[in-house]
């Protein structure tokens, strides 16, 4: 969708020629298919052990698309994350897919579609890249960057050197990934950029508690050397299921023991020949970078390419699932012990040497989730970022809306007299909220509220126009779980704080039950809708401080 900023500063949409919808079933429309680049083609035109979709290299559609990345040639990025509930995400030591009656369609959830339409689940959970100026394209998912549930893609270009692309596995247990181009970039302008995307290597991340890490290759001769459970919170982690398929749950050091003695690289788990191998390997990547030791981490959601090159990542949650496990518990721990912590983080990586090829890199904590008095910076859930034109950081939270506004009584005591878990705690943050976070000067290490998002929302992919003079910011799913507010509908609701030395006090909210965003007239429809924030003068968002 195309739109222009007018002589007054409003912004409108222009309809343009090259508007387009590119949605789940694309391929049914028109047989607009979206194509794919790299070693997983190689899985989706050759007939193995699992389902086909008798589409060969081409792919009906992309949904579940999250957070994404604009290129400086001009493409778009977008992530499909949660893609599970649609497809099966399972597969065979080939890398063909389960077949889709493995996911059953749920009328009331509308999950399972996948199902209904025979999509085959291997084609999706990829980084789809489109050209926004060619109403021709509906997408093209380059199959070297991963399969998983991306969460954004951050993007590293310099003339000389490899691209490389970050992007995060949005789950509890998910890995950090780089891919790092075999080509070099010539101009970084050059839509010929998008070619560098078919061929190059996936690397998972290894984070060490010293504050050091490296990156792990994702290919068939690299070893077999998985973390032990007991370092995960939740105690487990989920490996590659042999000869099956598919995945199981490793639960002790004894599990880990014969899985190493029984596989020695990633080479013994996926079968085929060596592009059919990678490609299995790609498809799988989730299992494949846990079998050779990549970090499981806190769900890390956006991924963000600073001015000076370094890499900021927000990790959302450092809690547990029970089917998937959670992060080690050695790297994101709560300010003042090893525990599970449940309001996340917000990290700094920097390459050795400042180059995108590096191997190894440098990692630290910048912002820590949770309340003042516990060592957090004010919030909870870290997803979208953004970072402006003088490298300050701006991000938003994901708070689940089940857990808004939902009260916390005196003394913070369940109904056993137990102390409330982290999860039960984040009714005291209100609605998802949007935050500015300097990253130099005096403020440097302080977190300040910007802008509270409607009633049930999540405000979601904040972005910098190139002159800096707008900000845009959506506003995702509003009144998810009251729906329209009928009749300015409130409610109030008690809620057990803390001053910043810890002291405990209530609070008394008289919250909206429900929305009528955006028009916010009495019994008006919630919803979703695109922000443009500009100053009233019409100058820089952020202006760059006064040299001293």
């Given at each position: 969708m195309s739109v222009q900023r007018q002589a007054d500063g409003r912004w409108i949409r222009t309809h343009s020629a090259a508007d387009r919808v590119i949605s789940g079933l694309s391929g049914w429309e028109n047989k607009q298919y979206l194509k794919a680049t790299g070693p997983a083609v190689a899985i989706f035109t050759k007939k193995g052990q699992g389902y086909n979709d008798q589409l060969g290299s081409k792919i009906i559609g992309t949904f579940a698309n999250c957070a994404g990345g604009t290129t400086p040639w001009g493409t778009v990025l977008s992530a499909e994350e949660n893609f599970q509930s649609q497809v099966t995400e399972a597969v065979y030591p080939d890398g063909t897919t389960y077949p889709p009656g493995e996911t059953p369609f749920l009328l009331?959830?509308?999950?399972?579609?996948?199902?209904?339409?025979?999509?085959?689940?291997?084609?999706?959970?990829?980084?789809?890249?489109?050209?926004?100026?060619?109403?021709?394209?509906?997408?093209?998912?380059?199959?070297?960057?991963?399969?998983?549930?991306?969460?954004?893609?951050?993007?590293?270009?310099?003339?000389?050197?490899?691209?490389?692309?970050?992007?995060?596995?949005?789950?509890?247990?998910?890995?950090?990934?780089?891919?790092?181009?075999?080509?070099?970039?010539?101009?970084?302008?050059?839509?010929?950029?998008?070619?560098?995307?078919?061929?190059?290597?996936?690397?998972?991340?290894?984070?060490?508690?010293?504050?050091?890490?490296?990156?792990?290759?994702?290919?068939?001769?690299?070893?077999?050397?998985?973390?032990?459970?007991?370092?995960?919170?939740?105690?487990?982690?989920?490996?590659?299921?042999?000869?099956?398929?598919?995945?199981?749950?490793?639960?002790?050091?004894?599990?880990?023991?014969?899985?190493?003695?029984?596989?020695?690289?990633?080479?013994?788990?996926?079968?085929?020949?060596?592009?059919?191998?990678?490609?299995?390997i790609l498809i799988d990547a989730h299992l494949a970078a846990s079998a050779v030791g990549a970090t499981c981490a806190a769900r890390p959601e956006d991924t963000e390419i600073a001015p000076d090159g370094s890499l900021f990542i927000a990790f959302t949650s450092g809690t547990a699932d029970a089917q998937t496990g959670g992060p080690n518990l050695e790297i994101f721990q709560a300010p003042s012990e090893k525990k599970q912590y449940e309001y996340g983080w917000l990290m700094r990586l920097v390459e050795d040497g400042n180059v995108p090829q590096a191997m190894t890199f440098r990692w630290q904590m910048v912002a820590t989730g949770g309340e003042i008095a516990q060592g957090g910076l004010g919030f909870a859930n870290p997803d979208n970022l953004a970072i402006d034109g003088i490298g300050n950081l701006w991000m938003v939270t994901d708070i689940s809306t089940s857990k808004h506004n939902k009260p916390v009584a005196q003394g913070r005591l369940d109904k056993n007299q137990q102390p409330l878990e982290d999860t039960e705690l984040l009714g005291l943050y209100g609605n998802n909220s949007f935050w500015f976070l300097p990253t130099s000067g005096e403020n440097l290490g302080q977190a300040f509220l910007f802008a509270l998002g409607p009633m049930e929302c999540e405000l979601t992919g904040p972005f910098f126009t190139s002159d800096q003079k707008t900000l845009f910011i959506a506003v995702q799913h509003p009144g998810e779980k009251n729906q329209t507010r009928r009749d300015m509908a409130t409610k109030t609701l008690e809620f057990a704080l803390q001053t910043t030395q810890g002291e405990e006090f209530i609070q008394t909210r008289q919250v909206p039950w429900g929305s009528n965003w955006p028009s916010k007239q009495t019994n008006d429809p919630p919803k979703p809708s695109l922000v443009a924030i500009r100053r009233i003068n019409s100058e820089q968002i952020v202006e760059k401080p006064n040299p001293l």
């Amino acid at each position: 969708m195309s739109v222009q900023r007018q002589a007054d500063g409003r912004w409108i949409r222009t309809h343009s020629a090259a508007d387009r919808v590119i949605s789940g079933l694309s391929g049914w429309e028109n047989k607009q298919y979206l194509k794919a680049t790299g070693p997983a083609v190689a899985i989706f035109t050759k007939k193995g052990q699992g389902y086909n979709d008798q589409l060969g290299s081409k792919i009906i559609g992309t949904f579940a698309n999250c957070a994404g990345g604009t290129t400086p040639w001009g493409t778009v990025l977008s992530a499909e994350e949660n893609f599970q509930s649609q497809v099966t995400e399972a597969v065979y030591p080939d890398g063909t897919t389960y077949p889709p009656g493995e996911t059953p369609f749920l009328l009331e959830e509308m999950e399972g579609l996948g199902n209904v339409f025979g999509l085959a689940g291997n084609k999706y959970g990829w980084i789809v890249e489109v050209d926004p100026t060619n109403p021709q394209d509906y997408g093209t998912k380059h199959t070297w960057l991963g399969r998983y549930r991306h969460e954004a893609v951050g993007i590293r270009v310099e003339v000389g050197q490899p691209l490389a692309f970050y992007s995060g596995c949005d789950r509890r247990s998910g890995h950090l990934y780089k891919f790092v181009s075999k080509g070099t970039v010539k101009d970084p302008q050059d839509k010929k950029n998008s070619q560098l995307l078919t061929d190059g290597m996936l690397y998972a991340a290894k984070f060490n508690p010293d504050g050091t890490g490296q990156w792990i290759p994702l290919k068939a001769d690299t070893t077999i050397n998985p973390d032990q459970p007991n370092v995960h919170a939740g105690g487990i982690i989920a490996l590659p299921q042999r000869p099956k398929g598919g995945s199981f749950l490793a639960k002790t050091d004894e599990d880990i023991q014969n899985f190493k003695q029984q596989f020695k690289t990633l080479g013994d788990l996926y079968t085929g020949i060596p592009e059919e191998q990678q490609g299995a390997i790609l498809i799988d990547a989730h299992l494949a970078a846990s079998a050779v030791g990549a970090t499981c981490a806190a769900r890390p959601e956006d991924t963000e390419i600073a001015p000076d090159g370094s890499l900021f990542i927000a990790f959302t949650s450092g809690t547990a699932d029970a089917q998937t496990g959670g992060p080690n518990l050695e790297i994101f721990q709560a300010p003042s012990e090893k525990k599970q912590y449940e309001y996340g983080w917000l990290m700094r990586l920097v390459e050795d040497g400042n180059v995108p090829q590096a191997m190894t890199f440098r990692w630290q904590m910048v912002a820590t989730g949770g309340e003042i008095a516990q060592g957090g910076l004010g919030f909870a859930n870290p997803d979208n970022l953004a970072i402006d034109g003088i490298g300050n950081l701006w991000m938003v939270t994901d708070i689940s809306t089940s857990k808004h506004n939902k009260p916390v009584a005196q003394g913070r005591l369940d109904k056993n007299q137990q102390p409330l878990e982290d999860t039960e705690l984040l009714g005291l943050y209100g609605n998802n909220s949007f935050w500015f976070l300097p990253t130099s000067g005096e403020n440097l290490g302080q977190a300040f509220l910007f802008a509270l998002g409607p009633m049930e929302c999540e405000l979601t992919g904040p972005f910098f126009t190139s002159d800096q003079k707008t900000l845009f910011i959506a506003v995702q799913h509003p009144g998810e779980k009251n729906q329209t507010r009928r009749d300015m509908a409130t409610k109030t609701l008690e809620f057990a704080l803390q001053t910043t030395q810890g002291e405990e006090f209530i609070q008394t909210r008289q919250v909206p039950w429900g929305s009528n965003w955006p028009s916010k007239q009495t019994n008006d429809p919630p919803k979703p809708s695109l922000v443009a924030i500009r100053r009233i003068n019409s100058e820089q968002i952020v202006e760059k401080p006064n040299p001293l």
